[in-house]
């Protein structure tokens, strides 16, 4: 299953800088890893802002929440979620 997931991060000002890197440090090597895997297949920065668009490939929408959730900025995100389908009209399989 093909979801397109939009990314807002909203880290406080006031977060300990240290504090602050270190979890975007483990939100690197993680989203690599789900990048390296295929569950994470696309990822572009939003241009002027601290946010994303995304394309996971997950067998469903408990493994994609699973796998959101456990993102170490998730408490600082706000996302929201597309499933996709294959429209008919593409000439290139999803």
Excluded at 67 to 79: D, E, N, R, T, Y
Aim: overall charge negative; proline content about 6%; hydrophobic content about 45%.
């Amino acid at each position: 299953m093909l979801f397109l997931v939009h990314m807002q991060v909203q880290i406080p000002a006031d977060t300990d800088k240290a504090f602050a890197d270190a979890l975007k440090a483990e939100e690197k090597a993680f989203s690599q890893k789900l990048q390296q895997e295929g569950k994470w297949r696309h990822l572009w920065r939003v241009v002027g802002e601290y946010a994303n668009y995304s394309v996971f490939d997950v067998e469903s929408n408990d493994e994609l929440h699973t796998m959101l959730s456990a993102l170490p900025l998730f408490p600082f995100m706000k996302i929201s979620v597309t499933p996709l389908a294959q429209h008919p009209s593409a000439i290139a399989p999803n």
